[in-house]
């Protein structure tokens, strides 16, 4: 709008005065905090402590000595990777796999070659590039691999069992 003179009156100010405290001590302070005990009772990081000493022992923990089965179970799992990949891209019998894996892992290793459900599987075929194993005990280890197929990388994660008669795959996953 415009008034007299050319000039335009200034907004009204909508913005509500700033409250004042009423006078007295505030009802929200005297209020105890109602989670207080929780608090107390947890650490920072996660969970009470006997939690975090499950989870501590549960968790494989990486350390700095490698002693002879470390070695072996990285070369087995490495082995065992490469014919695994080679099952899922149609160049070897997923029966080559017996004397290396579990019936179940060979079983989800056939299903998932019959039925297309290899990723990236028309890049290429699957190169191992990387293998990681982290002992869980002493018997059993966690693998972790990336391959390529073509230019792009790829993972998986696998689980490794140790029995009378040497190491066994008896997970496997493909991302």
């Keep these: 709008m415009v008034f007299e003179g050319g000039f335009v009156r200034p907004a009204p100010q909508l ?5 004042r405290p009423p006078p007295g ?6 209020q105890p905090c109602r989670n207080r005990a929780f608090r107390n009772a947890t650490s920072r990081r996660s969970g ?3 939690l975090q000493r499950v989870l501590r022992a549960s968790h494989a923990a990486k350390s700095d000595v490698c002693d002879e089965s470390d070695v072996v179970a990285r070369q087995f799992a490495a082995a ?3 014919v695994a990949l080679e099952v899922l891209d149609g160049r070897r019998s997923p029966l080559q796999l017996r004397p290396l894996a579990e019936s179940g892992v060979i079983a989800a290793l056939r299903t998932v070659a019959d039925r297309g459900q290899v990723p990236g599987r028309g ?3 699957a190169t191992l590039t990387r293998v990681d194993v982290i002992m869980a005990g002493s018997r059993a280890a966690e693998v972790c691999a990336g391959y390529d197929r073509g230019t792009r990388h790829f993972a998986l994660a696998a689980r490794i069992v140790r029995g009378r008669s040497g190491w066994r795959l008896t ?3 493909v991302f």
């Design 25 to 30: 001590p505030s009802p929200l302070r005297q």
């Design 123 to 125: 890049l290429g075929a």
């Design 15 to 19: 913005e509500p005065s700033p409250l």
């Design 80 to 82: 065992a990777l490469r």
């Design 48 to 50: 009470t402590v006997a």
């Design 171 to 173: 997970a496997f996953r």
